[in-house]
């Protein structure tokens, strides 16, 4: 079974991925973040470094469905595949930080790997308002992601809507600004009861 949790940067992916695979002893599988050789450099120009992270990102997470898709464990993903292509090429694109002729090219790799790729049994997305993405990424403290533009957040927000607006799949929506799931035990069981229900058929606990 493959779970992916989804969502914009700082809105609690990798926190949740953690819990969630200890909790139900689940396989996680995370974003390539601390050794990500374009990140820093990515931050520092966007449209120099864009298309090399984003072909960077597509290779780790079409490696990582390919793995899934082999193994016979319950596999937790932090980010999934479709919001490489779905959300951050296409904003970047947008924002002209991403060359047409990039993108293009971009998007036919995408093409390709996606009739290979077979969707999540169970799409966790936690939707995060930007005030909140915003403290969470301070709170974070990661030097690289100090010069994050708010336009930039706010770009993939709204990608993130429209897309999670039209995902065909079996989907969980979070409340991000609102579930305290990393420091609130209550708040996390509100979680694992709406999985267990998505998942096995149990009804949520009042």
Partial sequence: MHIGIAGNIGCG???LTKMLAEHYGWTPKFESVDYNPYLEDYYEDMARWSFNLQVY???KRFQDVVAISKSSDVIIQDRTIYEDANIFAPNLHEMGLM???DF???SEL???????VKAPDLLIYIRSTIPNLVSQIQKRGREYEKSIRIDY???LNNRYEN???NYEGRLLILDGDNLKFANNPDDFRIITDKIDAELFGLFPRE
């Fill in 13 to 15: 992916k990798t926190t």
């Fill in 57 to 59: 990102f597509l290779n």
């Fill in 99 to 101: 060359s047409t002729r």
């Fill in 104 to 106: 293009e090219n971009y």
């Fill in 110 to 116: 995408f093409s390709l790997m996606m009739s290979l």
């Fill in 153 to 155: 957040l706010t770009g």
């Fill in 163 to 165: 897309w999670i607006n």
